[in-house]
């Protein structure tokens, strides 16, 4: 089985505050993290994955393999990122084969104040 | 526009009727992705199908769910005597196809089904 926890529903924090939104998974294999990211009255788009290690809108995120997370961070959070952050899971199951199945989790909605 | 495009945008219906939502995805994308999203919840896989045939159907909640690509490009996913609990956002997806695992979904803005 592949599971997502996003343990906070709602992250409130100032502008040019730091940010940080969590992620933990399970998951019986070698596995793929993202972010996904839905603005208000847009579609849900991928933000970033963690086989990039790139910085996006200047923020990044590191897969922990032995704490299983892939939290979601920026040093300086800016107002135009407040939206619904959605961690989700794939990956190359133990037992071999192919998995193209992408689980997320429940969201988070980050409100970014002025 | 080059997105993935989902008709209707809203539906609404009552107990018992019969439901279709269509997807059109992403001009080249073999890949295509069903998923349900009910309020304050992430979405919820429901079906993955690769060219034509359905390669993963393990997220359909019973059998008065079904989906179809018959042409490999647009899918229809058929809700057969809805019941109230089936209202939420349906929302398609689709990707270019990678060697064995999911690569970007591209998502379409969704179908708010709602059953009175």
């Known amino acids: 089985a592949q599971r997502v926890t996003q343990p906070e529903k709602l992250l409130s924090v100032f502008k040019g505050a730091p940010v940080e939104l969590k992620c933990n998974y399970s998951?019986?294999?070698?596995?793929?993290l993202f972010w996904y990211v839905q603005y208000s009255r847009q579609r849900l788009q991928l933000l970033l994955r963690h086989i990039s290690r790139e910085s996006i809108k200047g923020f990044t995120a590191d897969l922990n393999k032995g704490e299983t997370s892939f939290h979601l961070k920026k040093p300086f959070a800016q107002e135009e990122d407040s939206a619904m952050y959605y961690c989700?899971?794939?990956?190359?199951?133990?037992?071999?084969?192919?998995?193209?199945?992408?689980?997320f989790g429940k969201g988070t909605l980050l409100t970014v104040n002025p | 526009g080059a997105g993935v495009s989902q008709t209707p945008s809203n539906k609404v219906t009552e107990k018992g009727k019969y439901v279709e939502l269509r997807c059109d995805p992403i001009?080249?994308?073999?890949?295509l992705y069903w998923y349900r999203q009910s309020l304050g919840q992430g979405p919820e896989f429901l079906i993955y199908?690769?060219?034509?045939?359905?390669?993963?159907d393990s997220g359909l909640p019973n059998d008065r769910f079904f989906a179809v690509r018959p042409e490999g490009s647009v899918s229809t996913l058929k809700i057969q005597r809805t019941e109230r609990g089936d209202s939420a956002v349906y929302l398609c997806?689709?990707?270019?196809?990678?060697?064995?695992?999911?690569?970007?979904?591209?998502f379409g803005e969704g179908s708010r089904l709602t059953v009175l």
């Open positions: 989700a899971l794939s990956g190359r199951p133990n037992s071999g084969g192919s998995n193209y199945k992408l689980t």
């Open positions: 199908f690769q060219g034509t045939g359905a390669a993963d």
């Open positions: 997806a689709s990707s270019l196809r990678r060697q064995g695992r999911a690569g970007e979904l591209f």
């Open positions: 998951y019986s294999g070698s596995p793929e």
């Open positions: 001009s080249g994308h073999t890949a």
